[in-house]
């Protein structure tokens, strides 16, 4: 292998996808997720959005032809646009995804990184590089008896449209006609939330 780039998500997209342009064709992905997209894999809770503009915010979109229908972007688009760029640039052929990687070590007589993961690989590269980024793992907040709570309860980054009922691209969530909802949280992702919660829940509280 000649390069391996830890994350699928924009840094590791846009990696593989110049690797790909200057002749490298030996490109891996390792991603935890199951597919690309990085925060926008995670992130689809109702009303998400970039509030980038698109124009600046999505990568290769000349190289893609793509054009963004919005100056703000909503996440469905966003992500189906990492998954154009991943088959753009066949970096879906050998990336590994639901994996995780365990172990890196510098061989130094081979002058290669060796690579083990959670499921079991165990390969070498000559380059190694990382997008891991912050937004992956689920932040909860620390409140005494969070842990003991009896309703129902998730992160935003895996909302439950099984209990909620609609979708990330707007449907409403007439699941939660007879529930009181609370919203711990009002930043960028409570106030994109928040509005759409309030159409269907019966009350809602933010906190």
């Excluded at 409403?172 to 006609?177: E, Q, T, V, Y």
């Amino acid at each position: 292998m000649t390069f391996a780039f830890i994350g699928a998500g924009l840094s590791g997209l846009v990696v593989g996808a110049r690797l790909k342009e200057a002749g490298i064709k030996d490109v891996r992905l390792i991603e935890k997720g199951g597919d690309v997209g990085g925060t926008w894999y995670w992130n689809r809770y109702p009303g998400v959005r970039c509030d980038t503009a698109a124009m600046i915010y999505l990568p290769l979109l000349e190289e893609t032809g793509y054009i963004p229908s919005e100056k703000y972007v909503r996440g469905p688009e966003i992500l189906e646009h990492c998954e154009r760029i991943a088959e753009h640039y066949g970096l879906r052929d050998k990336a590994l995804f639901h994996t995780e990687v365990h172990s890196l070590e510098w061989q130094e007589d081979q002058q290669v990184w060796r690579i083990r993961t959670s499921r079991g690989d165990d390969f070498t590269a000559k380059y190694l590089g990382m997008g891991t980024g912050p937004l992956h793992v689920a932040k909860l907040p620390g409140i005494p008896g969070i842990e003991s709570f009896a309703g129902k309860s998730f992160h935003t980054s895996r909302w439950d449209y099984e209990y909620t009922g609609g979708d990330a691209h707007g449907a409403p969530m007439d699941k939660l006609a007879d529930k009181r909802v609370a919203v711990i949280g009002t930043g960028a992702t409570g106030v994109q939330c928040i509005p759409q919660l309030a159409k269907t829940a019966k009350e809602l509280f933010v906190f």
